[in-house]
């Protein structure tokens, strides 16, 4: 391993309290202070949102104040999405991430029991708010987990899609769902993906779905050498590489919070590729930083990633 790789590679995955675009959020809630985090929120694109959301409801213990608040602002879409976005996370928690065939009835009763919870509470927002998008984002989500049918699931995207084209927290779920993994299948997924490219503006993250439905594929195939296999076909590059140009690698492309989790799908699916150099130009992108997703689905934590570093730069030419 490279003495002299940069920490920042490898210390930790973007939280809410590490990412510089959401520091007035963070601070916010730090001081228990939901107004604030509120204004905070609001000033934000809806799917930039979305993804602030979904950081905010992966910190522990964090039910406490969202449930203050949502008591307190019980008008506030915002409110009452973000508590319902925490109940998704302790659902999952709770469910854990063996197979459902290895997974206990306590355990998915627990899991359902959450996503309930959650739904009915979105619901209820978008009934109040149909135009506030990180709502039916979150609904796509407990669509999965609850399993209500992927045409279901496409009809709360195209809602979705409607007050807020091109959301990408939506359509990486609505992407998620379509996969065999969720027993859906590779045509239908591999269809969403591209439509999503070919209708999002250059430099858009959207363009990263391609990457993600590879390694939905990679997946299903193990995540081993046979998925590996999968990426390192002629045709599977070629697509990346195409869907990468036209977005992360865009000059159009505005670097993001969400930006890094677009960079990590491609620099992930062309290291497990064999593909060095094209992994090392997402790498770079990145900074420093990474998304937890989808990275802890082929390395054991965040200080794996100096092994992919050193590996696709070389023990001289890690990022500094």
Do not use: K
């Amino acid at each position: 391993m490279n003495p002299e790789t940069d920490d920042r590679v490898a210390d930790a995955y973007d939280r809410l309290g590490s990412v510089p675009e959401y520091s007035a959020v963070a601070d916010a809630v730090g001081r228990r202070d939901w107004p604030q985090a509120e204004e905070a929120l609001s000033a934000l694109p809806a799917d930039q949102e979305s993804y602030a959301l979904e950081l905010l409801a992966d910190e522990e213990g964090v039910e406490s104040f969202l449930e203050d608040a949502a008591a307190a602002h019980s008008a506030s879409a915002r409110a009452r999405t973000s508590l319902a976005a925490r109940w998704i996370v302790l659902g999952w928690s709770a469910r854990g991430h063996a197979l459902a065939s290895e997974t206990s009835r306590e355990q998915m009763d627990a899991f359902r029991e959450w996503l309930i919870r959650a739904e009915q509470m979105l619901t209820a927002v978008c009934a109040d708010n149909p135009a506030y998008a990180p709502a039916w984002a979150a609904r796509i989500l407990t669509a999965r987990g609850l399993e209500v049918g992927q045409s279901e699931a496409i009809r709360r995207y195209r809602q979705l899609n409607a007050v807020f084209p091109h959301h990408f927290p939506g359509q990486r779920d609505a992407l998620i769902y379509l996969s065999p993994r969720w027993h859906g299948d590779n045509q239908t997924a591999h269809a969403f993906a591209l439509r999503a490219l070919e209708e999002a503006p250059d430099g858009s993250d959207s363009g990263s779905l391609i990457a993600f439905y590879h390694l939905e594929r990679w997946m299903e195939a193990g995540r081993g050498e046979a998925g590996a296999a999968i990426l390192a076909q002629p045709a599977v590059l070629a697509e990346i590489a195409d869907a990468a140009a036209r977005s992360v690698l865009h000059p159009s492309h505005v670097p993001s919070p969400l930006g890094i989790q677009a960079q990590s799908a491609f620099a992930l699916a062309l290291w497990l590729a064999g593909e060095r150099a094209a992994a090392a130009v997402h790498l770079r992108a990145l900074g420093g930083r990474a998304s937890a997703f989808p990275w802890d689905h082929a390395v054991a934590g965040p200080h794996a990633l100096r092994v992919v570093a050193d590996e696709v730069f070389g023990p001289q030419d890690a990022p500094r």
